[in-house]
Every structure is written in C-alpha cells, then in structure tokens.
DNA sequence: AAGACGGGGCA
DNA sequence: TGCCCAGTCTT
C-alpha cells in the first residue's frame, strides 16, 4: 500500500512497456547499436535500419572488420553520421583493447568514442544493471515534472541535477528496469505537449501535477534561428549518362558523404540563375577547379539541418573544365551511385531526376 | 558554455 | 513555421 516512486514506476513498465527489437535481447553489442541509433530519433526511424545493422554487423568484430563506407552506407539517412563513424571506431577499439567484449566498467565505457553520459548509462544499465542514471531528453522532462525542477534543461548544470534525482530512486530498484521505465513514460505517458496526466502510473508522485504546473515543464530556453544558405547544385551528366558526384570532407557537416558539386550563391547569382533563358548559360568553378556550364535550373527546394536551412537550386550543367590531379569528383555510373552513401537532399535529386 | 551535427513527424 | 525527439564532440 506504500510502495515508492520507482517501485509503482517498475511495477508499470513491465505489463505495459512496448514491445521493441532491442529488448528481447540481452546482448551488449546490440543495446549499444540500439541506443546510439535512439540517439535524436524516433522509434519507428530506428528499427529497420537495427534490423539491417546487425543483419549485415552480427558481432563487434564483424562491424571492427568492416570499411568505414560500408558502415555509411547502412546509416544513409538516419543522420547526425559522426555516430556511425564513431561506432566503426569504437568497435575497432573493442576488438583491440577489451578482447572484443563491452568493458563491463562505465569508466572504461565512457572512454570509448560515442560513448557520453547516456549512453554509458544506458548500457551500464540496461545490459548490466548497474545503477546509472541515463538522462536523455525523456528522462528530463520527466523528472522536471515530478520533481516540479524549473531549472533549464539546455544547461549542462541541470543535466547534473536531474541525475541526482535519478540516482536517490535507483536504491531500490533494478536499475535496467527504472532507466527504461522513465524513458517509456516520457515516450508514450508524459508526452511534451499533451501529457495524459489522467492515465499516468505516477500520478500521485507528480508535483507538478499536483500543482498543476506540468503543461509548464520542463523549462527550455529557445534555440537560436537557422542560418539561411542557397547552393547552386551541378546535375552534370556525359554521354554515357555517368553523373558528376564528388565525397565531402572528413570532417564536419555530412562527413565522408557523397554529394552532387554545389557551392553557395549569393542574391545575385541566385536571380542570374532564375533568369536563365533558351541559348544562355552561366559558367562556375567550384572549389576544386572545375568548371561546370550551367543552362537550366531544372528544380528548387528547401531542405532543413538544426541550424542551417538550404535553398538547394538543382541546375542541368555541363563538365567544361577539370584537373584530374586537382578535382575530388568523377563520373559515376547509377549502378556505382546505388552503392555510395549520399546525404538525404542529394538522394532527392538523384531519385527525382532518375525517374 | 556554445555551436556543430540530420532527419522526419506533427500541430 | 516551429518544436520535438533514447546526445556527443569540438572549440
Ligand atoms: S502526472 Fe502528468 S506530468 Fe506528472 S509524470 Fe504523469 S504524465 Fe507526467
């Protein structure tokens, strides 16, 4: 008649936590795939690019084997990339250092690359169940709620504080179950917007229900605006229908992707280009020194990054110019295109233009 | 502490 | 359009 917070919150998750891929397990390998796909992104995204992860990656060693392409290739279109490389990395890491096993320490796991707060938790806890917190956006505003915390939650300080809050219920309790409860209530009870108050397990633990304030928690800051950028996009093709495709840098945005060539517009270009007409064209060299003879804008659109928004200006251009020591890119037949990892807005190209 | 880093779903 | 979502790394 008395049973705590995390007891009602445990006793809730398991008759009705959603069946899900990665919980039928209890292997290390697979929890770590599954929650660093899980990281900024949805459920219904993640579960049949798990599926063919680990169809094509069975083990730790299979993925360390593997060409970091391959592993792009699998992620294409789930985003934020660096956590494939990262896993690619770390696997090599694994096979290498820890003999091919999950180091059962989270000190050790925090050492590896993509491993940070969360993740460490999650897979200290769910494969282990030791007893650390994994707070991610759920878990914040969950606790933000129960606890009535008006702190910020974009500050790193209340990640802190929201730990603490995690770690003084985790005493009495298996920590696999009480980490995964808290995130099931925040994705299917405590929602952001519309929490179901009325149906929740935890009603009574809640002080911000009690209060009636949880339609005001948790407390975020506002993200600053995306920056806008328009990129005239080369769509050169020869004459045996190859398509110019070029691979990003190493580093930052899209890193390691393919691409078609693009380079960023100013306003006046931008009008040159919407104002092309029969028998004109416009010449550009990218940065790499070729030259492409642009005579249609053939299609425009928007695609949206956390802070940046592309205006994308899709022209039929034409090679005139490359340095084969200099140039990054080649003609690449559709068979050869099929098999490379582009970004999601070149794969819109490619698929609209294909048809 | 702040900014970079994807993409899709929803009101 | 704006906000949200099972974060980590770099500067
Ligand atoms: S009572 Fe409402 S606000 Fe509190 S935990 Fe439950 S769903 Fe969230």
Redesign the pocket.
């Known amino acids: 008649m008395n049973e705590s917070f995390e007891q009602v919150l445990c006793r809730w998750y398991e008759s009705n936590h959603r069946k ?1 891929p ?2 039928e397990t209890s292997d290390p390998y697979k929890i770590w795939i ?2 660093t796909m ?8 993640v579960i049949p690019y798990y599926f063919r992860f680990l169809e094509q990656f069975p083990t730790v060693q299979d993925l360390a084997k593997a060409d970091e392409q391959q592993v792009l290739k699998i992620w294409e ?7 494939a490389r ?1 896993l690619h990395v770390a696997a090599k890491e694994i096979t290498e250092k820890y003999c091919g096993k999950l180091p059962y320490d989270p000190k050790e796991l925090l050492k ?9 938790g ?1 897979v200290a806890s769910i494969a282990y169940n030791l007893p650390v917190p994994a707070v ?3 878990v914040m ?1 969950v606790m933000s709620r129960i606890e009535k915390c008006f702190s910020d939650i ?4 209340t990640k802190k504080e929201i730990e603490g809050f995690v770690r003084a219920h985790m005493k009495n309790c298996a920590p696999c179950i009480f980490n ?1 409860a808290l ?2 209530l ?2 299917t009870v405590c929602l ?2 519309n929490p179901k108050c009325l149906d929740c397990p935890v009603q009574k633990f809640c002080q911000a229900y009690q209060d009636g304030c949880a339609l005001d928690l948790p407390i ?1 800051s ?6 806008k950028e328009t990129h005239l996009v080369f769509y050169a093709r020869d004459h045996e229908k190859r398509t110019w495709v070029q691979k990003r840098p190493n ?5 390691n ?1 393919y691409e078609l060539p693009h380079i960023l517009v100013g306003s006046q270009e931008k009008e040159a280009c919407r104002r092309l007409k029969e028998d004109m064209f416009l010449d550009f060299q990218t940065e790499d020194g070729v030259v492409f003879r642009v005579s249609e804008v053939m299609l425009t659109f ?7 928004e592309w205006e994308l200006m899709v022209a039929d251009a034409k090679v005139l110019h490359a340095l084969a020591g200099k140039s990054i890119g080649e003609f690449c037949t559709p068979a050869e295109i099929e098999k490379l990892p582009f ?3 070149f794969l819109k190209i490619i698929n609209t233009v294909f048809v």
Do not use: C
């Open positions: 899900l990665w919980r599954s929650e899980l990281q900024q992104t949805r459920v219904e995204t279109g789930l985003g934020y990339y660096s956590r990262n590896l690359k993509g491993f940070g707060p969360y993740t460490t999650a991610d956006g759920n505003r974009t500050r790193a300080k995964q995130m099931e925040g994705a952001p917007k975020k506002k993200a600053k605006a995306r920056k580093t930052g945005l899209l890193a992707l928007t695609h949206l990054f956390t802070h940046i970004a999601a807005p």
